[in-house]
Each structure stands twice: as structure tokens, then as C-alpha cells.
């Protein structure tokens, strides 16, 4: 949005709009059936007055370069003929119907939104940049020096010294573990793909708690997976409930769960839950996806044994990633399962994109082989305590009349209930105006609910503490 409005500094009247929307158009960059962006974000990029935007898409539409239709939005029109369309490929047509939809238009708006370095960032399951181990990491970053003589393509299992120090890395949390059983990914949002793509069978069933991460993608449902969510309260996934549906289903089922400190709610399942679910998945030939990317942020205290390490018996693929406890943008994390499995899912990797980047293992290989890796957890779980009482405080102060919430043991969010007066779809509008972004929790979820994702680690002190009393005039402006 930032880089936009620069670009568009020198925007300052409708002909100007008018004209880079139609060269945008000619040159192809917006193909037909592209939605424009709402006249208010047009006039906030443009730094001009909603009229001029009004005025510019009048004319555009005059032109019958674009075309409106009644809520729904305005798009680059298919039908308008003129020497700038002759040849113009619907793009947005052609790909309606491709494997991959474009995503929900609310996670796209959150995204642009996580973007924009000029709203106070309360949402975002990041860790901000005064979070980040700058000095200690640039040491490790200082040791891929030379190391070009490495760059060859490699064999989809990703770099050893990697898989070794992550394999020691989980035997220290109580997983048998060798670099055979695991995989380098970009990221865990890549490992579930893998899994997905390499593992899971079209038209399987995938069990998630009611509320989780998984609700806002569609990474299952496009692979011809249904999910189907399963009630999770407390500390408790609702296993008679799974178990009932299991017994009833014909489908071949798998489970996803993300066990410590859940996104977005923040709950983490008892020892007695997780070990209920082995049993199932033993029962029933249920594998479990273990996404477990949250476990090193533990604040109070250690989270319980990740459900792989209580399964002898194979079931559980367990997920792991940097991007939270470092930064999302190293796109860098690891499976680790049976060495069947690890075998299959690199065969898939060189397939696909011949493996993970070589830079980021190796930097993290170093930065876990030197210490570094564990003396910032230390430093930064007494920073995020220290972020969570805060907010905490404040949430009390500024919208304690408005909501409700329970007080997480790590993680990044605090998971907040608003009252039923309150529009959380509204409220979460109206700060944006504001300049303070929250996650609504329908996100979260296949259906309306009160919720809010606050996050802890995303913004300065300073903006933390600006933005919640924002919230709080909000709240009172919306119900007064
Ligand atoms: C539960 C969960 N799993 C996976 C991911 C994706 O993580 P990565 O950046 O490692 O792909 C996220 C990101 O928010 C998440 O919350």
C-alpha cells in the first residue's frame, strides 16, 4: 500500500486516474474481469477526494473500460470494445475454474492489510522487528560466505546438516528423530500442501477443531478433501464426537490439529486429550497432521509432549517452522514423519520445485549449532510475557465493559470475546479507518461468531498501547 501510494503521488486528478488505469489495462497488468479496489481505497492510494475517484470511474465507465454491478464491486469490463480491448485475455474468466480459487476476498483484504506499515499492527501472527535477534543472526547469516560452490541442485531431501540439527532439535523435545525422518519445507504452510498433494486421498475427510487456521485456507477443499470441524472447548478436542463420526464415515479420515497455543484461540490440549487421539488415530488407521509451529513460544510454561512423541506407532506428521519464533519471511521449516514418508514427499519436492532454498537451512543450521537459537527463546519468552500482561492490562482498561478473554500461556494471540452488541464485522471496518487492524474470528471459522484475534508480538509498545485505546473509542462510539 505504502510502495502505492508513492507510485501515486503525483495522481492528483481524475485525467491521471483515468489514464493509468487504462494504460494499466493496455499494457495487460489488469486483465478483464479484474475487481477495481472500492472507491475509498482508490481515493486513500491516490491521496485525492472520494469525488475525484467518483469523477475518474465515471468517466472510465463512460469509456466502457470498466463496468459496475450492484453490490458486487466494479471490474475491468469483458464487453467494451474499443482499440484497447481488442486482443484483452480474460485472465480472470479463464482461471475461474482452475484448482486453486483465489483466495477469500477477507483474507486478501487482511493480507493487504498486514501490508500496510501505517496501521497499528494488532492481528498479525508475526513477531515484530524489535522481537527479531538481529545481531546473533547476522552471524549466522555471515556464514554462507563462500559457500557457493554448494549451489548445485540437490536431491529434494534438502541440506544434512539441517536435517541433523533439526532431528537433534526434536530429540530434545522428546521425538526419536534422524535426519532420514525429516524434511526441509518453505515454510509449514508448504508442508501441508506436501501433505496434501503427496499423501491424502481425493475425497477424504480432514477433521479440524470448529475454530482453527485451517477454516481460512483452502488448501484441503481444493485438493477434493471436505473438512469437517469437530468441537474443541477448554482444553479438550470433543474425541467421542470424532470418534462417532469416524465409526459412521466411509471415507478414509485424517486429522489436523495444532495442539499448543492453537491460532487462533490460543488453547492447548491436556495430555489426556492428546493421548485419546493416538488411540483414535490407532483405532481407526487415522493419520494425524501435528502442527505444532507455536510450541517454542511457551511464556508460563513448557508445553506438554508434542502427540508425536506419545505415537510408537507411526500416525503423526509432525509440522515445525521458524516463522514464529523468527521470521515468516525465512520460509523455512521442516516435516518430520517416517522415513517412507520423507522419502515420497522429497520425490514430490524435486517434482514440484527441486527443494527448499539452500540459504535459509543453512543459516539456521547455524544459528541452532552455535546456540544462538536457544539463547533468543530465553530472551524473547520474557519479552513476550512481558507484552502479554501488557495487553492484557490494557484490553482490562480500554474494553473490559466490551469483551472477554483468557489469558494465554504463550503463543501470540490473546483470543478475545466481544459482548453481543458489538458488530465485530463493523468494528473491525471502522478501526481500520482508524488505522488499527484486528483479525475478525469468522476468519477462523465456517461460521459468525463474536471473536477477534489480537496479537501481543506484532506491533511496538508504544502502538500497542495507542491502538487498543483506539479500540476502546470505537467500542464506545459503536454502542453509545
Ligand atoms: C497454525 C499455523 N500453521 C501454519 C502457518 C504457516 O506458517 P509458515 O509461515 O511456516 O508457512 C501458520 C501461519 O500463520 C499458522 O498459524
Do not use: C
Amino acid at each position: 500500500m505504502k510502495d502505492k501510494k508513492i507510485e501515486n503521488k503525483l495522481m492528483n486528478s481524475y485525467r491521471d486516474i483515468v489514464a493509468l488505469i487504462e494504460r494499466k489495462v493496455e499494457a495487460g497488468e489488469w486483465s478483464a474481469g479484474r475487481k477495481l479496489p472500492t472507491q475509498r481505497e482508490l481515493a486513500d492510494v491516490f491521496d485525492v477526494n472520494r469525488s475525484t475517484v467518483i469523477h475518474a470511474l465515471d468517466t472510465l465507465k463512460g469509456k466502457g473500460i470498466i463496468e459496475s454491478t450492484t453490490g458486487s464491486g466494479t471490474y475491468i469490463s469483458s464487453n467494451f470494445s474499443s482499440n484497447l480491448s481488442k486482443n484483452l485475455m480474460n485472465w480472470n474468466d479463464f482461471s475461474k475454474y482452475s484448482v486453486h480459487p483465489t483466495n477469500y476476498d477477507i483474507v486478501r483484504r487482511i493480507n493487504n492489510l498486514e501490508l500496510d506499515n501505517s496501521l497499528i499492527q494488532l492481528g498479525k501472527g508475526e513477531l515484530h522487528q524489535e522481537l527479531f535477534p538481529k545481531a546473533a543472526f547476522n552471524k549466522s547469516l555471515r556464514s554462507l560466505e563462500n559457500t557457493y560452490d554448494q549451489y548445485g541442485y540437490n536431491n529434494g531431501t534438502g541440506d544434512y546438516r539441517f536435517r541433523q540439527a533439526i532431528s537433534t532439535y526434536l530429540n530434545e523435545r522428546g521425538i526419536s528423530s534422524s535426519p532420514n525422518t525429516i524434511l526441509p519445507v518453505s515454510g509449514a504452510l508448504q508442508a501441508l500442501q506436501l501433505i496434501t498433494l503427496g499423501l491424502l486421498q481425493q475425497g477424504s475427510t480432514v477433521y479440524a477443531p470448529y475454530i482453527s487456521y485451517i477454516h481460512s485456507l483452502h488448501i484441503f477443499r481444493t485438493s477434493g478433501m471436505r473438512l469437517k470441524s469437530i468441537p474443541f472447548r477448554k482444553q479438550t478436542l470433543n474425541t467421542n464426537h470424532l470418534r462417532e463420526d469416524l465409526y459412521r464415515s466411509q471415507n478414509s479420515s485424517v486429522l489436523y490439529i495444532n495442539p499448543s497455543f492453537q491460532n487462533p484461540t490460543t488453547i492447548t490440549m491436556d495430555l489426556n486429550n492428546r493421548e485419546e487421539l493416538v488411540e483414535l488415530s490407532n483405532e481407526f488407521k487415522m493419520p494425524i497432521i501435528e502442527d505444532d509451529i507455536f510450541r517454542d513460544l511457551w511464556i508460563d510454561q513448557k508445553p506438554l509432549p508434542p502427540i508425536a512423541s506419545l505415537d510408537n506407532s507411526g500416525h503423526t506428521l509432525l509440522i515445525g517452522s521458524f516463522s514464529k519464533t523468527m521470521a515468516p519471511t525465512l520460509r523455512i521449516g521442516w516435516i518430520s514423519g517416517p522415513a517412507d514418508v520423507i522419502e515420497k514427499l522429497s520425490d514430490l519436492r524435486m517434482q514440484l520445485d527441486y527443494g527448499t532454498s539452500f540459504l535459509p537451512q543453512l543459516a539456521v543450521y547455524d544459528f541452532l549449532e552455535t546456540g544462538g537459537y536457544d539463547q533468543h527463546l530465553v530472551s524473547l519468552r520474557e519479552k513476550l510475557r512481558y507484552r502479554r500482561d501488557m495487553m492484557v492490562d490494557l484490553l482490562e482498561k480500554n474494553i473490559g465493559d466490551y469483551a472477554s478473554w483468557e489469558i494465554p500461556k504463550g503463543g501470540m494471540f490473546i483470543w478475545v470475546l466481544f459482548s453481543e452488541d458489538v458488530n465485530v464485522r463493523k468494528l473491525f471496518s471502522s478501526l481500520v479507518e482508524r488505522g488499527v487492524l484486528i483479525n475478525p474470528g469468522f476468519v477462523y471459522s465456517s461460521y459468525p461468531n463474536q471473536y477477534a484475534r489480537f496479537s501481543f508480538t506484532s506491533s511496538s509498545l508504544e502502538e500497542m498501547e495507542r491502538g487498543i485505546k483506539i479500540i476502546g473509542e470505537a467500542l464506545k462510539h459503536q454502542i453509545t
